[in-house]
């Protein structure tokens, strides 16, 4: 069978599939590495929608397929019937031409960042093949497997990329969860955990001239961070403005965390929201959705939103977006 | 008065290619013969693209006493051919082809890419992070070096892999800018004289990724024996890794250098018209020219400035050139847009037979 996959700016890329195979092996046998994680039909990273061609789909989880799309599939999956035509939710940019790298690092440091998160810095091993450096974009999450098990985890790298191999990440301890469990309880530095990565497309478009506007709730500051501190290394001079959701003030952002950011982009403009204020906060009270919907309101002409949070954060945010009819765009990732 | 003004272009751009020709042999020294290895050797490595010999020599300075091999790319290849930049032991090879590969090509080389002045393309997420821009490029979100201090260049290359192994050594010859060819004029004029050099190919200019470029590869593998290739530009990539033989005790791949070398091949052509005691335009010689941007319109006015004619224009014409342009070019100046590699050499040769 021949596939063609669309990618969202128009590029076709083909190669052949058998009956038998996965469309996204058969990519990667002909050098398409698509952006997936689990490759085991539970974690809709490989999410494409098939616009012409039969396929049947294997054993997967159908909470990763939207209800409203029936001709949505996860390609780790999806084994072709006919010739298959396959449109991609992102850019030709995204679909990398050689494996994404697996290496080791080391745990370097592991302390609170506010009540139920933790900051955790990784240092990658030098290694002869891919050597000591930490590359990625802005805004993209590495994918890490705790040791001696095949538990995988995706994060969002918080730090800028570097020629020294650190790793920030801000991870949310989920009660009761084995990621969680173990950085709570058994983790110590010098750890050694398996990264792969970098992936994923939530990226800045630097060539847009809009205003940007950033929301994040808890952890999914993490690759907002990422995305500020390279516009503030780069002397970037475009209206910025940050939104931040908390439920309670103990686990807002640090104020030195702010004035940091602060302090490498001076027009930056925050607004701070909790939900669940106790008796004299001065900031937003209300959601990160409400306190972006505040802000919209005194914005003027169209933005473009990147956001970083749970599916219903998103939708809520889309629907402002839509309510507010300046052909806005929201750039998201789903936490 | 258009004509007049767009020839005056051409007449300043020469002025300005005699300018740059005499900054780069006043300070690197006069091109000379040269074999550039095209094959990796291992060890820590840092890629330069683009055309500015001053950003390579202050990135061999930075890599000073290091172990770190500086390759270039495109249209740097000819910087091996200047014996000041030679000397540097860092200076290791030539890595990759023509801009328009730059996609793969950069994404594959295992160190920091530096692009001088030169087309960047979009860079692609693999190697975001480890390119850098020099002098008029720049790209959001990519370093950019103002200063010439390459000093974070040199700190990529040692945090990035580099090449694992050396390759069997592969090599090709450049550095035939005009003293190269005008110091053996006798050889050149005693092989046209004695018959054994039939016909010179003037085969250059840009390259691109659009199809029909072919025709250049073509041309150069289909162009008797007997006859001289030269070459300038990053259109030679098509071709200059063939070998294609010698004629007379010469080579008969003759590469002049960058685009901007235009100003060396015309010095070569009035030097050659003046030892036949003829105009440039009887010599049995044949401009094939690639055009792809701005510089290479540039440099073709230079040549419709100083009376060129029979100029081989493809692969396709520039949008610019409207149909009634065209005529004016092709009826004062005796521009041929192309046909086929085969017609067109047979043309070619007819000429100068005639």
Known sequence: ?335 | MLLEEALALGRLNFTVMEMLDAANTGTYGVPAPTNVRITPVAGKAILVSGHDLLDLHNILEAVKGTDIKVYTHGELLPAHSYPKLAASPNLAGNYGSAWQNQQLEFAAFPGPIVMTSNCLIEPQPMYRNRIFTAGPVGWPGVRHIADGNYAQVVQAANALPGFPETLPEKTILIGFGRQAVLGVADKVIDAVKSGSVKHFFLIGGCDGAAPGRNYYTDFAEQAPKDTVLLTLGCGKFRFNMEDHGTIGGLPRLLDIGQCNDAYSAVQIALALAKAFDCGVNDLPLSLVISWFEQKAAAVLLTLLALGVRNVRLGPSLPAFLTPNLLNVLVEKFGIQPITTAEADIAASLNRSAA
């Open chain 1, 1 to 335: 069978m021949e596939i063609t996959l669309v990618t969202r700016d128009g590029e076709q890329l083909q190669f052949p599939c058998a009956e038998t195979d996965h469309v996204l092996g058969a990519a990667e046998a002909a050098g398409f590495f698509l952006p997936a994680m689990c490759h085991e039909g539970t974690c809709g990273q490989c999410r494409a929608h098939v616009s012409s061609g039969d396929y049947k789909m294997g054993q997967h989880d159908p909470a990763m397929l939207p209800a409203a799309d029936p001709a949505a599939v996860l390609l780790c999956r999806c084994t072709p019937q006919q010739d298959m035509t396959v449109d991609l939710p992102y850019d030709r940019a995204q679909v990398l031409r050689y494996r994404v790298p697996v290496r080791q690092a080391v745990i370097e440091s592991l302390e609170p960042a506010w009540q139920g998160a933790m900051a955790l810095t990784l240092r990658l091993q030098p290694d002869p093949e891919t050597g000591a450096a930490a590359e990625f974009s802005p805004g993209q999450y590495m994918e890490l497997t705790l040791p001696v098990t095949d538990v995988r985890r995706a994060y969002s790298l918080a730090n800028l990329p570097n020629w020294e191999g650190r790793l920030d990440f801000l991870i949310r301890l989920k009660p009761g969860g084995t990621f969680s469990t173990w950085l709570g309880e058994q983790a110590e530095v010098g750890d050694i955990l398996t990264v792969r990565g970098p992936l994923g497309s939530f990226v800045l478009d630097e060539v847009s001239v809009r205003p940007r506007c950033f929301v994040g709730g808890g952890c999914g500051l993490a690759p907002i961070l990422s995305m500020l501190r390279h516009l503030g290394d780069f002397q970037d001079s475009q209206p910025t403005h940050l939104v931040f959701g908390a439920n309670r003030e103990a686990e807002m952002l640090p104020a030195a965390e702010i004035d940091a950011l602060r302090a490498a982009l001076p027009q930056l403009g925050t607004t701070l929201a909790v939900s669940q204020p106790e008796n004299g906060w001065q900031g937003f009270h209300g959601t990160a959705p409400a306190a972006l919907e505040a802000y919209l309101e005194q914005a003027g002409e169209a933005m473009d939103i990147y956001a970083c949070g749970p599916p219903k954060m998103l939708e809520v945010l889309e629907e402002l977006v839509q309510k507010r009819g300046r052909g806005d765009r929201l750039i998201a990732e789903q936490l």
